[in-house]
């Protein structure tokens, strides 16, 4: 790989990765559609609500017998004839002049056209006082007020949350066609990553990279059928686990391993197999590699916390994002709070913070190791390869993370 710029290797990286997306559709049962996204616009099939219920606890009256009150203020007494309760079955027409004790969600009678709440009555169990008009309509759900069957539910391309989840259950939807997601192996390299989990011995670092990689991907609608952490600094083992790997995803990700020192499995790997590795303009996460394996793409970021999740970010989220039919990060810009320089020739990720007037800061520094600092950030400062200092007040490009 030659010297590219961030530009170059992100068309590279699209290159690679897009023609191996999948482009099938998935059936789901609504239970388990958190998350997934809609293959077409779906339409209700039914009446929301399904019939005529009450709004509140209280009488199903009609209004008319009500009248009274509104020229003389005169309470109203009618004789309770029944109760419906929010269950199964269809209630007997209610008569002028009559009132029917109702409960929330119970089907409104024929013949009712309002609802009068309990707290506007008083009653025995034979009468209720109404002390207030009421409107025909009112505390009355007509059916398909909310939907009429055949009207738009949710539209194409949609990322399922509860709430939608909860209306495709409302309509009496049992499964949906969505789009199928990318199989995504993690790969975690080098023999000093210590598991989450146990005490760390001397020379050993925690293995963030696998958790962090493994919950961006979810976040960009992939799923991670695999998380393989950590494979030791051995070439022979890294291609078992590669060979592991292309069988069960439709893109590997592996973080480690490509610098220039010795131990640097993943590049050896590649050097052997056809892969690329080289450097690019770009701080952090200028060691990059990427290749072909078994008909699958895997894209190897460098081992550093901060290098691997950036490099993330602007080279393989775009992509995912765009594949599950998800918006694209916001980029905006921003105004800067105080002064900052950038490596000369290098297109630099700060991390930042944006405050609530509008202007952004940065939060540690620019070091590939500072997890704290990304951790603290909501934003990356996009430096362009030409810029090598910005005063406060000067404009900024940032993407959200």
């Given amino acids: 790989m030659s010297h590219r710029t961030v530009d170059e290797y992100a068309a590279h990286v699209r290159a690679l990765i897009t023609p191996a997306l999948p482009t099938g559709l998935d059936t789901v049962a609504v239970g388990a559609a958190l998350g997934r996204v809609t293959a077409a616009a779906i339409l209700c099939p039914v009446d929301l609500p399904l019939f005529r219920n009450s709004q509140m606890d209280g009488f199903a009256?009609?209004?008319?017998?009500?009248?009274?009150?509104?020229?003389?203020?005169?309470?109203?007494?009618?004789?309770i004839v029944g109760e419906v309760a929010a269950r199964p079955g269809t209630p007997p027409p209610l008569v002028s002049g009559?009132?029917?004790?109702?409960?929330?969600?119970?089907?409104?009678?024929?013949?009712?056209?309002?609802?009068?709440?309990?707290?506007?009555?008083?009653?025995?169990?034979d009468t209720v006082t109404v002390t207030r008009a009421r409107a025909i309509g009112e505390y009355v759900r007509d059916r398909g007020?909310?939907?009429?069957?055949?009207?738009?539910?949710?539209?194409?391309?949609?990322?399922?949350?509860?709430?939608?989840?909860?209306a495709l259950a409302a309509a009496?939807?049992?499964?949906?066609?969505?789009?199928?997601?990318?199989?995504?192996?993690?790969?975690?390299?080098?023999?000093?990553?210590?598991?989450?989990?146990?005490?760390?011995?001397?020379?050993?670092?925690?293995?963030?990279?696998?958790?962090?990689?493994?919950?961006?991907?979810?976040?960009?609608?992939?799923?991670?059928?695999?998380?393989?952490?950590?494979?030791?600094?051995?070439?022979?083992?890294?291609?078992?686990?590669?060979?592991?790997?292309?069988?069960?995803a439709d893109l590997i990700l592996t973080s480690g391993g490509i610098s220039m020192g010795s131990y640097e499995?993943?590049?050896?790997?590649?050097?052997?197999?056809?892969?690329?590795?080289?450097?690019?303009?770009?701080?952090?996460?200028?060691?990059?590699?990427?290749g072909v394996f078994n008909g699958v793409?895997?894209?190897?970021?460098?081992?550093?916390?901060?290098?691997?999740?950036?490099?993330f970010e602007v080279f393989v989220a775009p992509i995912l994002r765009e594949a599950a039919g998800l918006p694209a990060a916001r980029r905006q810009t921003r105004t800067l709070?105080?002064?900052?320089?950038?490596?000369?020739?290098?297109?630099?990720?700060?991390?930042?913070?944006?405050?609530?007037?509008?202007?952004?800061?940065?939060?540690?520094?620019?070091?590939?190791?500072?997890?704290?600092?990304?951790?603290?950030s909501d934003l990356l400062l996009d430096i362009p390869e030409g810029i090598t200092e910005l005063k406060a007040g000067d404009p900024v490009e940032t993407i959200d993370l």
């Fill in 265 to 290: 499995v993943v590049r050896e790997f590649w050097h052997a197999n056809g892969g690329e590795v080289g450097h690019i303009a770009m701080q952090p996460g200028g060691p990059q590699a990427s």
């Fill in 61 to 79: 009256v009609v209004a008319a017998d009500l009248a009274t009150l509104l020229l003389t203020s005169l309470p109203v007494t009618l004789p």
């Fill in 145 to 166: 007020s909310d939907l009429r069957a055949g009207d738009p539910l949710l539209p194409a391309g949609l990322r399922l949350a509860s709430r939608h989840l909860a």
């Fill in 172 to 248: 009496g939807i049992e499964e949906i066609e969505v789009r199928r997601r990318v199989r995504i192996v993690v790969i975690s390299t080098g023999a000093e990553l210590a598991p989450v989990g146990r005490r760390a011995e001397p020379g050993e670092i925690y293995d963030s990279n696998s958790a962090a990689l493994t919950a961006a991907a979810t976040a960009c609608g992939t799923e991670v059928t695999y998380a393989i952490h950590p494979v030791e600094d051995a070439v022979s083992q890294f291609r078992e686990t590669m060979v592991f790997g292309v069988a069960n």
């Fill in 98 to 125: 009559t009132a029917v004790r109702i409960m929330t969600g119970a089907v409104v009678p024929e013949g009712a056209d309002a609802v009068v709440p309990v707290e506007d009555t008083s009653s025995t169990a």
């Fill in 297 to 311: 793409p895997v894209i190897s970021f460098p081992g550093n916390p901060v290098s691997t999740q950036l490099s």
């Fill in 337 to 376: 709070i105080a002064d900052l320089r950038s490596a000369a020739g290098t297109r630099q990720f700060l991390r930042g913070r944006a405050l609530p007037d509008g202007r952004v800061e940065v939060v540690g520094g620019p070091s590939s190791h500072l997890v704290a600092g990304l951790a603290a």
